[in-house]
């Protein structure tokens, strides 16, 4: 038996363990967490500053920003915890409950998927939200963080099991992959006989390559092509500031803006003034010709870009004819994450909302509020761009699904 098999067992077998607890109990191991985390917070760093300095030659600095915890990061994990806490029991009832022309009763009841695994990069607190949220819907889980958090990720995981112990439970119902090769990732692919569901988070390339390599079931996350398209009735004040934001706030992550469509009625006036403040803040732009006949310091866009998550502070360019060409645009190069209208257009708003292929759709707001914490969900376990069981910001409902009971009296079909 492999070291992988030996886990999807041990996590098999710890899924009773979870799946029956209490949600005062659940939500005790939570609060349990929260309170080591930030009484470690020292060990914690000092694995963390272990992992900067092996790998910060090799990371982009926008990658090291996402690697690092401070104390914090440290703080804000535990209230993130803390949310959690103060969520909904997804398992609860009311269930809805009818008889058929048998008089059977049927039940549809809400129950924890099993055993979820995640497969993740450089972002130690993932390693506590996926865990976080699957005690709380009675999961077990497994977790293969990147290379680079790799003493981090040991860190917070043997924190997280301390705690399960502490309330006598299973340790296993947590457990990390430390073997971060490429082989263990094969193998999980395939692990069927263990792992429910297989949640993936990482590059467009990676996420590819699981979808269609993997037999396990797989919820699809998503990379982040993501569009602002600006139309020719906007607020210019608000556009600016919306797209800044978008853009700058934090490069690094999916729900940053990636791609700015403008209007070619309001190119001449207004890709000067936002060209000037993406560059002020350090985003290089890329463009389409109309875009650089308009702002010479903008760089010629290959085919390559508008296809490109960048995650870093660059942003490309396209000028559009109007509503209609933004959005077959947008549909030919979403990654079907989070895209953006800025207009104060009801008609061209409407047409957007109902056109683009999206797990999100903003008008006149910032993309980088596709999170399950600004959602309301507490933590999230990613962002779905898949059309089945869930999609967007991905909170606790996302990680059970649905068992009937039936009831009878001796029944039999004709």
């Not at 990147?146 to 309330?167: C, D, M, S």
């Not at 791609?259 to 000067?272: G, V, Y």
């Amino acid at each position: 038996m492999t070291l992988l098999e030996t886990l999807g067992r041990q996590a098999k077998q710890a899924t009773s363990a979870i799946a029956n607890l209490s949600l005062d109990t659940r939500n005790a191991i939570l609060e349990t967490m929260a309170q080591a985390l930030e009484n470690q917070q020292d060990s914690i760093i000092t694995a963390n500053k272990k992992d900067l300095a092996q790998y910060q030659a090799t990371l982009s600095g926008p990658m090291q920003k996402r690697l690092t915890l401070t104390a914090q990061d440290i703080h804000n994990i535990a209230v993130s915890l803390r949310a959690v806490i103060d969520l909904p029991d997804p398992l609860a009832g009311p269930y809805p409950t009818w008889h058929n022309h048998a008089d059977l009763k049927i039940i549809k009841k809400t129950v924890p998927l099993g055993v979820v695994a995640m497969i993740y990069e450089a972002r130690p607190n993932v390693t506590v939200d996926a865990a976080a949220l699957a005690i709380k819907s009675g999961n077990a889980i497994i977790l293969r963080g990147g290379k680079e958090a790799l003493n981090t990720n040991i860190v917070l995981t043997h924190i997280l099991r301390q705690a399960l112990q502490q309330h006598n439970l299973n340790p296993n119902i947590i457990q990390l992959i430390t073997d971060t090769s490429h082989e263990t990732v094969a193998e999980l692919l395939h692990l069927r006989q263990a792992i429910d569901v297989l949640i993936p988070r990482g590059s467009a390339k990676f996420i590819d390559f699981v979808v269609k390599n993997a037999t396990v079931p797989v919820i699809e996350t998503g990379a982040g092509n993501t569009h602002i398209f600006v139309d020719d009735t906007m607020d210019e004040n608000k556009a600016i500031q919306i797209i800044i934001n978008a853009k700058t706030q934090k490069p690094s992550v999916c729900n940053a803006a990636e791609k700015l469509l403008i209007h070619e009625n309001i190119a001449e006036t207004f890709l000067p003034k936002i060209a000037n403040a993406l560059i002020d803040a350090g985003v290089t732009l890329r463009g389409d010709e109309a875009s650089q006949a308009i702002v010479s310091n903008i760089q010629p866009a290959t085919d390559q870009d508008w296809s490109t998550e960048y995650n870093d502070l660059i942003m490309a360019v396209h000028i559009v004819k109007n509503i209609d060409d933004a959005i077959d645009w947008i549909n030919q190069y979403t990654t079907h994450h989070s895209e953006t209208i800025i207009s104060t257009h009801p008609q061209h708003v409407t047409q957007f909302m109902n056109a683009i292929d999206a797990a999100v759709v903003y008008q006149n707001a910032s993309s980088r509020f596709t999170d399950g914490f600004e959602f309301g969900f507490g933590a999230e376990i990613g962002i779905s761009t898949q059309k089945l069981h869930a999609r967007g910001p991905m909170g606790l409902p996302a990680l059970t699904t649905i068992k009937y009971e039936i009831y009878g009296d001796g029944q039999i079909r004709e």
